[in-house]
Nanobody
């Protein structure tokens, strides 16, 4: 059974950092693109970052570029999202998802992903 589990969310003050983890099981991480998405109350789900399967190429949304870093540990079946200089507008439920196609690029739209985690809450507040 294909599964993704996110951990690492929590409450942090503005300017602080968190590292989210996405651990996969039941399928090959090194042949899958992984995306991080977030959804705030009353807003649509938006792509935050992704890493491709074949070349390890990465993408970031403009709102997090320079503050967030995505990385993958294929041996550990885990993808990380390091989030620095967090802002109140980063508050959302964060989801990781897998696109199990072996491609050189990763999509930043949710419809491309076929397996989703349950989400982890990130709250940035003083």
């Amino acid at each position: 059974q294909s599964q993704l589990v996110e951990t690492g969310g929590g409450l942090v003050q503005p300017g602080g950092s968190l590292r989210l983890s996405c651990t996969v099981s039941g399928f090959s991480l090194n042949r899958s693109a992984i995306g991080w998405f977030r959804q705030a109350p009353g807003k649509e789900r938006e792509g935050v970052s992704c890493v491709s399967s074949s070349d390890g190429n990465t993408e970031y949304s403009d709102s997090v570029k320079g503050r967030f870093t995505i990385s993958r540990d294929n041996a550990g079946n885990t993808v990380y999202l390091q989030m620095n200089n967090l802002r109140p507008e980063d508050t959302a439920v964060y989801y990781c998802a897998a696109d199990r196609r072996y491609l050189p690029a990763c999509p930043m739209f949710a419809l491309a992903y076929d397996v989703w985690g349950q989400g982890t809450q990130v709250t940035v507040s003083a």
